[in-house]
């Protein structure tokens, strides 16, 4: 192996150990097997045009277009020309994506999901922290500054992940930097010639030269040595230093995950655009449903919990988040004695609705819904994953309707002692005269649920507070002090102070976020309209669990176990808006070469130094030789996933708006052989239907949703009006999921990277060479009929 190819080996290693800090932050960590392929694809690039020799700055260029035409396929194939050359239309992807990745990388806690946004964020930044690494390491030769983007790229996951990549990480990466370096000491030492070392450990007199390749070079193992020196010295170090808080080996501080699948999730605060909304001119409808419930006055509709305030805003704290269960939990402190009543509702989000959480009445026991959402466990709550949201969302919650009394209420035990310490938390910053006002305003109640009535009816009826959506929606300590002394505010205001003021007086609280009930359509139906949106806070009572309290004057309805003997109101409608006034260095080229002109005329330099000396001029092949070389090299790799990108383009034109019943029935056929199953088209829909569910091993909707598309197949062959059937494409988007959860893995890399319904490629090329060698034979016959007969003549 040539100098130059090692140096590219470990320069391709090197990026890749660093990389591994990676890791961590994402689950599941797949994209690396890209990074990898695609990284190999530059540094192949790099190696053939190294070998022509090109110019250096032709070779760098040519492995740029390398991973641009890569990152193409692998990430905008769709819009690109062909699946690889990119247009104006990739690079607006790619900037979406990117943009969107960011907004995950703020959105997620470690570790967030694998998004394609995240996921491009990771390929392209290793790819191009490679590409850096291989110019400077192997095009340059300077191995040494090839370092920093390896340090840049450990620090991004050191300081992404809270300084806590940990010690592996560390070694993995540093052991990766000390290769590259060992690979171009190698290559140097390899040009000096042949290389004496000292006086042999053996003593023996006279020998003062090493056996030849008995062992490694000693300049080798001294750097060996030193790094593996350096590397404990880096790790051990920091335990002696007090202000580095135990190194390496220390803890990582307090972590964010849990044990929930996927991670966690850091929500964003919906309070946002929540001001925005109330302020609307119009107010559009953003979703309806239908209940069962008698009175839907007190049917919230939460969106999300904020749980966590820290002297600056309210917020939703980092939590686990997990798979939706069938059942939802029992939810925390509510007690079997308490009156409860089970309300289904059937939920339509519009389209214009974009939400990443998903409205429901609290507390929910069972959610039935299509799409990829998780579950919030401490806040009940559920989160689109992957750019999932509500948009045209149909979904049906059970929840439970908690009626207690206000005996109940007021009898309730202390609560668990660390729900206590984690709900009543308020900053030290906290304002006495909020604390103050919460003890005046609730003097002479008895517990803490009279402390809460009093408090939201000082709020809502005594205080001589106003309701106006266009005051500044300030959250800190201070803006709960201003509110207090100008009397004046929305929902946002009333919910957040009261919730303070609760705190402070020791009884859990947080704020919840969401709709209003919404109002009555002739039809029965419920319509929640975007100025509908609403805060209100939450206590906890041990017995009856996080309730509902409502201090925001003409808004909401206040529940009936805050007024005894006393029913509840008809919800109200939304208030109207007022009126408001306000409205990196380039590398320099390496010195020349040691050997001299005679040396390399009598081949003494090695074929590296002789490369290396034909391509230090900046003469090479045209730039049209160029593209042209790395587009077949692009293509010579890409050849295998040809049917990948068949299968995916093909699905995509079936599954179409332009596909059609039979279309569905064919690419559940196909998807069926790709799994195994190959296709009989000698039986009827309905038999092929039964044979593709008994050979696959389907069971539950994917089996449903074979026969459901079969039956559509035989209404449009054989009725003679067959009606139009909408949602078929999801019918065989649970098939496919019904085949891949029932493969092994080694089945379902076989139905995605060599599908066997590939083979109709072959057939329909087969067919098209035979009817046209058909037509060619019977046009020789009839010019030969046609020769024959002018000879008779």
């Known amino acids: 192996m040539s100098g130059r190819t090692r140096l590219t080996l470990a320069s391709w290693a090197a990026t890749l150990m660093a990389a591994g800090a990676l890791l961590p932050l994402v689950k599941p960590a797949t994209w690396i097997f890209t990074a990898a392929f695609v990284l190999a694809l530059v540094s192949g690039?790099?190696?053939?045009?190294?070998?022509?020799?090109?110019a250096r700055p032709l070779t760098v260029l040519a492995q740029t277009v390398a991973a641009v035409l890569a990152l193409t396929v692998c990430f905008a194939r769709e819009q690109a020309y062909v699946w690889l050359v990119p247009g104006p239309e990739v690079f607006t992807h790619a900037a979406e994506l990117f943009r969107a990745g960011a907004e995950d990388v703020g959105r997620y806690a470690i570790p967030a999901p694998d998004t394609e946004g995240i996921r491009l964020m990771l390929v392209g930044g290793v790819v191009g922290i490679g590409l850096l690494v291989d110019t400077l390491a192997v095009t340059f030769r300077k191995a040494a500054p090839a370092g920093l983007p390896l340090l840049a790229l450990y620090s991004v996951a050191a300081g992404l992940s809270g300084g806590g990549a940990g010690w592996l990480w560390f070694l993995l990466a540093a052991s990766g930097y000390l290769l590259l370096l060992l690979a171009e000491g190698r290559d140097r030492l390899s040009q000096w010639g042949r290389v004496f070392g000292g006086a042999q450990r053996s003593g023996r007199p006279g020998s003062s030269v090493a056996a030849g390749g008995a062992s490694a070079f000693a300049p080798v193992r001294t750097g060996r040595r030193i790094g593996a020196v350096a590397m404990g010295v880096a790790l051990v170090a920091p335990l002696a230093l007090p202000g580095f808080s135990g190194g390496l080996f220390g803890g990582g501080g307090e972590g964010s995950g849990g044990a929930g699948k996927g991670g966690t999730i850091s929500a964003v605060n919906p309070l946002v655009s929540l001001q925005n909304n109330l302020r609307q001119p119009e107010d559009r409808e953003v979703l309806r449903y239908r209940t069962n419930a008698r009175d839907t006055s007190g049917l919230y509709l939460r969106l999300v919990a904020l749980d966590q305030f820290d002297g600056t805003s309210w917020k939703s704290s980092v939590r686990p988040i997990e798979d939706v269960p069938k059942q939802l939990p029992w939810p925390d402190g509510l007690s079997q004695s308490v009156r409860i009543t089970e309300v289904t509702s059937n939920f339509v989000a519009s389209d214009a609705y974009e939400q990443k959480w998903l409205p429901m009445p609290y507390p929910a026991g069972r959610v039935d819904i299509d799409g990829r959402w998780r579950y919030e466990p401490a806040g009940r709550m559920l989160v689109g994953d992957d750019k999932q949201t509500t948009k045209g969302a149909r979904y049906q919650v059970s929840s439970l309707d908690v009626q207690p009394t206000a005996g109940q209420l007021a009898a309730a035990g202390p609560a668990p002692e660390k729900l206590r310490r984690e709900y009543t938390k308020v900053p030290t910053t906290l304002p006495a005269d909020v604390r103050a006002t919460a003890l005046n305003v609730t003097k002479g109640a008895r517990n803490d649920y009279e402390r809460a009535v009093k408090l939201q009816d000082w709020f809502?009826?005594?205080?001589?507070?106003?309701?106006?959506?266009?005051?500044?929606s300030g959250t800190g300590v201070q803006a709960i002090s201003r509110f207090l002394k100008d009397k004046e505010g929305f929902c946002v205001h009333f919910s957040f102070s009261m919730a303070a003021m609760a705190r402070s007086l020791g009884i859990p609280a947080r704020v919840a976020v969401g709709f209003m009930p919404g109002t009555t359509q002739t039809d029965g139906s419920v319509s929640v309209g975007i100025r509908d949106a609403h805060a209100w806070p939450e206590l906890y009572f041990e017995g009856a669990g996080?309730?509902?309290?409502?201090?925001t004057p003409s808004r909401g309805s206040t529940p009936a176990y805050t007024r005894e003997n006393t029913p509840s109101g008809t919800a109200t409608g939304p208030a109207q808006p007022q009126q408001s006034a306000s409205a990196q260095p380039s590398a320099a080229p390496s010195a020349s070469e040691s050997c001299t002109p005679q040396m390399k005329k009598l081949g003494d330099c090695g074929p590296d130094a002789a490369a290396a000396g034909a391509s230090g001029d900046d003469s090479g092949p045209d730039l049209r030789t160029v593209l042209l070389l790395s587009l077949a090299a692009v293509l010579l790799v890409s050849l295998p996933l040809l049917?990948?990108?068949w299968r995916t383009r093909v699905r995509a034109r079936r599954l179409g708006p332009d596909g059609g019943t039979l279309a569905v029935w064919e690419e559940i056929n196909d998807t069926a052989w790709d799994y195994g199953v190959e296709p009989d088209e000698s039986l009827t829909p309905r038999k092929s239907a039964a044979r593709i569910v008994r050979l696959g091993e389907l069971r539950g909707e994917s089996a449903d949703a074979v026969h459901r598309v079969a039956r559509a197949v035989e209404e449009v062959l054989y009725a003679p009006r067959p009606p139009a059937v909408a949602g078929l494409g999801s019918e065989a988007g649970r098939v496919?999921?019904?085949?891949h959860a029932g493969a092994n893995r080694?089945?379902?890399l076989r139905a995605l990277l060599a599908p066997r319904s590939a083979n109709r490629v072959r057939w329909a090329a087969s067919a098209r060479w035979s009817s046209w060698t058909m037509r060619r034979r019977a046009l020789g016959?009839?010019?030969?009929?046609?020769?024959?007969?002018r000879e008779a003549n």
């Not at 996080?546 to 201090?551: G, K, L, N, Q, S």
């Not at 016959?781 to 007969?789: F, I, P, W």
């Open 546 to 551: 996080w309730t509902r309290f409502e201090p």
């Open 643 to 645: 049917p990948l990108f």
């Open 781 to 789: 016959m009839r010019a030969a009929a046609a020769l024959r007969r």
């Open 746 to 748: 080694a089945d379902r």
């Open 460 to 472: 809502s009826q005594e205080g001589g507070f106003r309701y106006d959506v266009d005051v500044e």
């Open 736 to 739: 496919r999921a019904g085949f």
């Open 45 to 54: 690039v790099g190696t053939l045009a190294r070998r022509v020799p090109l």
